[in-house]
């Protein structure tokens, strides 16, 4: 069965640094999009950043400049490395595949406060 264990959350002060990483397993990693959501308390999950099997990314313009995806195939991991990061951009991290149906890992928190 397809699984996403997402790791590498924290507490990190403003313009500090973080890379997520999300491990996958239960389908064939390197054929399919990868995605990155987040969730705020009380907001809806938003998509952060994808990546396509070809290694294309998509960002939206709250983060486009400060995150990057990036995948290896050979590990089966998809990662986020966000720098400069803002208080606006606390919430919980989950990753996303379509694998015929949406899968999404349990989530990490992220924290950025002084």
């Known amino acids: 069965q397809v699984q996403l264990v997402e790791s590498g959350g924290g507490l990190v002060q403003p313009g500090g640094s973080l890379r997520l990483s999300c491990a996958a397993s239960g389908f064939s990693f390197r054929l399919y999009a990868m995605s990155w959501y987040r969730q705020a308390p009380g907001k809806q999950r938003d998509l952060v950043a994808s990546i396509n099997s070809g290694g294309s990314t998509n960002y939206p313009n709250s983060v486009k400049g400060r995150f990057t995806i990036s995948r290896d195939n050979t590990k089966n991991t998809v990662y986020l490395q966000m720098n400069s990061l803002k208080p606006e951009d606390t919430a919980v991290y989950y990753c996303?595949?379509?694998?015929?149906?949406?899968?999404w890992g349990k989530g990490t928190l992220v924290t950025v406060s002084s």
């Open positions: 996303k595949v379509h694998s015929g149906i949406d899968h």
